[in-house]
């Protein structure tokens, strides 16, 4: 019978939690966050980074933090430890990316995302930064983005040459 698996809803209890194995929390820890239930994966996560701090556990605790809590400014300090502990894991800028995105902060989320395709190919990256789409570059390049010229005539193309 599984007492914590997806078909019972939420975790066990605080003393069955710690007396699980660190690989099951982490387990467990991405069943809940692929499911969205980012509480029950921040509880399983926080008792995995108690028993082993390493970069992997830093990064998926601070996404469930930051989902669970919204406490966007721990999860990227955490987030960004393990990105110094271990700078060629990619999975790492995705959830920092992913972060920020939670936190309504696009443009540090798509430099995260950026980052990590630095280090390496990966597919969620890519899927993730093909969603949030790519800005045209302004009508006219001399002069700023938020140049109310600029603005209008990027409203034109875009009205001219929808896709």
Do not use: W
């Amino acid at each position: 019978m599984d007492r914590h698996g997806p078909t019972t809803g939420e975790c066990v209890n605080a003393a069955e939690i710690a007396e699980m194995e660190t690989g099951e929390l982490v387990h467990l820890g991405k069943e809940a966050l692929e499911t969205r239930r980012f509480t029950v994966a921040q509880r399983y996560l926080h008792a995995a980074l108690e028993k082993e701090r390493t970069p992997d556990h830093l990064s998926l605790y601070a996404l469930a933090l930051a989902q669970a809590t919204g406490n966007v400014k721990t999860a990227v300090t955490l987030c960004q430890e393990a990105v110094k502990r271990e700078p060629k894991n990619s999975e790492h800028y995705l959830r920092l990316g992913t972060i920020y995105l939670a936190a309504g902060r696009k443009k540090e989320a798509i430099r995260a995302l950026h980052l990590g395709l630095r280090v390496g190919k990966n597919h969620a990256i890519t899927k993730l930064l093909q969603t949030l789409g790519q800005r045209e570059r302004p009508v006219l390049p001399f002069l700023s983005r938020g140049n109310p010229v600029n603005k209008y005539l990027g409203k034109i193309r875009s009205s001219l040459f929808k896709k």
